[in-house]
């Protein structure tokens, strides 16, 4: 069946076909559409699932936790300041190795309120164990969500999985989507799998108080469990298409990289624009290429080194910062690089949802490969008037030279 | 019910990590007797995540998921909402009970939120606060329910605010159980829990449990001290179904004209948290505060106990 959907409802099909028993969310925008789709597949349409309406998202999550370790596919859905909520129990979800798949639009955090998008949100959420892959389409969205069920119950992972995607660029726009027959998706997508769960036949006692001799233990099969994710998400990318038939990479999707000379590294929307700013300067004569981080926990550093050592230039796109640092992303690659190959430029750009056209990527990306532009900018920044935070307001505030 | 009829079966096994005299140890030991072993057992973070013993160990015969401080009602709602659906697939043959166990820290203030949204949406769970005034856990630090003038390791000269009525404030839920216990009444309390778990929906039970290093007695002493909170009326025993509340055990003695009530002084006095109203000297403003409040709970009992006699008396006079 094909429909023009949001990306939102996109998500809320894929939880259907998923058949998730247990649905526990909390209210923000730009994610609302999807659980208020979810709640009418159940009142209107016969889709037979538990809808808890809780009353915040930290019990979103403690409800999800909870119907996940009982034993049945849990869904939660949230952005920004409700994933910030969230944080102890991310901890926790992936902590106790549930697996479960939550949506997450990403969204700026306040103050001021913004509900525009940026990657502040999940990317503040990284340590905390959870799987965390990126969509650019709504097509993408629904094929994700779907293929996050089989990732995070694959007994080498049993992790939960984050999906994100872009506040209204995607959550809110109109696109085509392609959704599979429910038998496509049974064919790919088994019954509830995990490694545990509560049974009266079974006691046992999960998450107690834990002493140091035990302890890192639990942590370092979180982190061998991301090792072995990395292959598990290219497997499981190829069987959904062998099976269901789309495609949208694995850890990474590339675009012109076979024999380009210089690339641009981004996630979410702001790769498409660069696929389209790629596109310009290989009219004008530069052969750049493009590569989409799909998953950003586990971090595609194989793919990533494989794709970038050889580059001249490699431009690294930031819809987010590690204050007292940088481009969160721009630093992961240069510690995967590790200084082989180029240094990569960052580019801050787009935060709060400010639009970051292909052609200032174009720009920038151009100004790189010349030699022009090295280290760190922020290119959309524009320091405008009535920005009081601005060192021009500062000045206007506090009178001539001392601000 | 007899305590000798009490199923032998223990749930919470011995040589667990509690403390001497540990009441929440005791409370859950009959409690879980009560309800037995087809229980999915939530423990909140308090005194309970310590006491089951640290891995691998645990002091549990059963299925138990521990969670973090603030989501006993959301812990329950999900636990509830996935056993509604293996029933229906058939995983379970009999329903098991959903049983939150969590401290007053976890129910009167950081889990207040989560309760609530859970007993509106009338989640089928059995909620328990055990409920020893204090973060016991983190040190015997005050919480919303630590009675008026008791000393915790943030309130040295004893709590200048008088505690809140969580029990109370699910009743305004309108949920379809509410119960108060005590250790001290093993029968009334085994029967409230009994009476619980045929029901569903949201219900809540709230057990005071006196706690020996946090209140400063000794721990032999667990039983008499809650036995004194009944008798002296600072914890009133009752439960209330269906918009009616019947007064048990020890409280309904009082009540009903059948038990003398004790001063307040018998109860402060057994418990060092309250030592600095008797020494060095005494603070009679303080007693006296605490036993009129509790004077004026029971005058109102009582004049509404005696009312529904008198009401019943007149009903039951040969028509004229
Ligand atoms: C979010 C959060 N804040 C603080 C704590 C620390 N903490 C653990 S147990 C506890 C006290 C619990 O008090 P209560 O609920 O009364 O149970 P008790 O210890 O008295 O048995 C506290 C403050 C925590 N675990 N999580
Ligand atoms: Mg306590």
């Known amino acids: ?323 007292g640092l940088g481009g969160i992303l721009a630093s992961e690659v240069k510690a995967v690089l590790g200084g082989e190959g180029p240094r990569p430029v960052s580019l801050i750009a787009g935060l709060g949802g400010r639009d970051v056209p292909y052609t200032l990527i174009a720009e920038r990306t151009e100004a790189a490969i010349r030699g022009e532009l090295s280290g760190e900018e922020w290119p959309t920044l524009a320091l405008n008037e009535r920005h009081l935070v601005s060192l021009r307001g500062l000045k206007a505030l506090w009178g001539g030279e001392r601000a | 019910m007899r305590i000798k009829d009490f199923p032998e079966e223990e749930l919470l096994l011995p040589g667990n990590a509690a403390c001497q005299g540990c009441p929440s140890s005791m409370a859950l030991r009959l409690a879980l007797k009560a309800l037995g072993r087809n229980t999915l057992l939530a423990v909140i973070a308090s005194c309970t995540s310590v006491l089951q013993s640290p891995f691998p160990a645990t002091a549990f015969d059963l299925p138990v998921l521990n969670m973090a401080f603030a989501t006993g009602g959301a812990t329950g709602s999900g636990l509830a909402a996935a056993v509604e659906r293996l029933m229906k697939k058939g995983v379970y043959r009999e329903r098991p009970t959903v049983l939150v166990w969590a401290g007053d820290g976890g129910t009167y203030d950081i889990g207040i939120q989560s309760l609530s949204g859970a007993a509106e949406r009338n989640a089928d769970f059995i909620y328990v606060c055990y409920n020893n005034e204090a973060y016991s856990n983190t040190g015997t630090q005050r919480s919303g329910a630590t009675p008026y003038a008791a000393w915790t390791t943030n309130t040295v000269k004893g709590k200048r605010e008088w505690r809140k009525d969580v029990a109370q404030i699910m009743v305004a839920h309108g949920i379809p159980y509410v119960a108060t216990a005590s250790l001290a009444y093993p029968t009334d309390l085994f029967e409230k829990f009994t009476r619980a778990k045929g029901i569903r929906g949201t219900r809540y039970i709230e057990i005071l449990a006196p706690c020996p290093p946090g209140w400063k007695f000794p721990s032999g002493h667990t039983v008499k001290v809650a036995r004194l909170a009944v008798q002296t009326g600072l914890w009133l025993l009752y439960e209330h179904r269906e918009g009616i509340t019947t007064y048990t055990a020890g409280t309904q003695r009082i009540i009903h004209g059948k038990a003398r009530r004790l001063p307040v002084e018998e109860y402060l006095k057994a418990q060092g948290r309250f030592r600095h109203l008797f020494y060095p000297e005494r603070d009679e403003e303080r007693i006296a505060e605490i036993q009129r409040r509790v004077d004026r709970v029971f005058e109102t009992l009582e004049f509404t106990h005696r009312l529904k006699q008198h009401i019943m008396d007149i009903e039951m006079l040969p028509p004229r």
């Open chain 1, 1 to 323: 069946m094909r429909l023009v959907e949001t990306g939102n409802h996109a998500a809320a099909h894929a939880v259907r076909l998923a058949r998730v028993e247990v649905v526990s969310a909390y209210p923000i925008t730009p994610q609302t559409q999807v659980v208020e789709e979810i709640s009418r597949f159940i009142d209107e349409e016969g889709y037979d699932c538990e809808y808890i309406p809780v009353e915040s998202e930290h019990s979103a999550m403690a409800a999800m936790i909870a119907a996940a370790a009982a034993g049945v596919r849990a869904f939660s859905a949230t952005s920004s300041h409700g994933l910030a909520y969230m944080y102890e129990l991310l901890h926790w979800a992936a902590g106790i190795r549930l697996p479960m798949v939550m949506a997450n639009v990403n969204r700026a955090l306040g103050p001021g309120w913004n509900i525009w998008c940026d990657h502040q949100d999940a990317m503040s959420a990284r340590d905390t164990g959870w799987i965390q892959l990126y969509c650019s389409t709504h097509q993408e969205i629904l094929d994700t969500v779907i293929q996050a069920y089989r990732i995070s119950e694959d007994p080498s992972v049993f992790l939960p999985v984050m999906v994100c995607y872009d506040a209204f660029t995607m959550s809110h726009t109109y696109m085509q989507v392609d959704i599979p027959e429910q038998e496509t998706v049974d064919r790919f997508l088994p019954p509830f799998r995990t490694s545990w769960r509560l049974d009266p036949r079974f006691p046992l006692t999960h998450g107690s108080v834990i002493y140091p001799q035990d302890y890192e233990e639990t942590r370092y099969s979180i982190y061998q469990a991301h090792r072995a994710a990395r292959e598990v998400i290219r497997r499981t990318a190829e069987e959904y298409r062998d099976i269901v038939g789309n495609y949208h990479g694995d850890l990474v999707e590339t675009y012109f990289m076979e024999d380009a000379e210089h690339a641009v590294v981004a996630v979410g929307t702001l790769a498409l624009e660069a696929r389209v700013a790629a596109e310009e300067l290989r009219g004008a004569g530069y052969p750049c290429g493009v590569v989409r981080i799909r998953s950003y926990r586990p971090f595609p550093f194989e793919e990533l080194r494989e794709l970038l050592g050889g580059m001249r230039t490699v431009v690294v796109l930031d819809r987010a910062v590690s204050f």
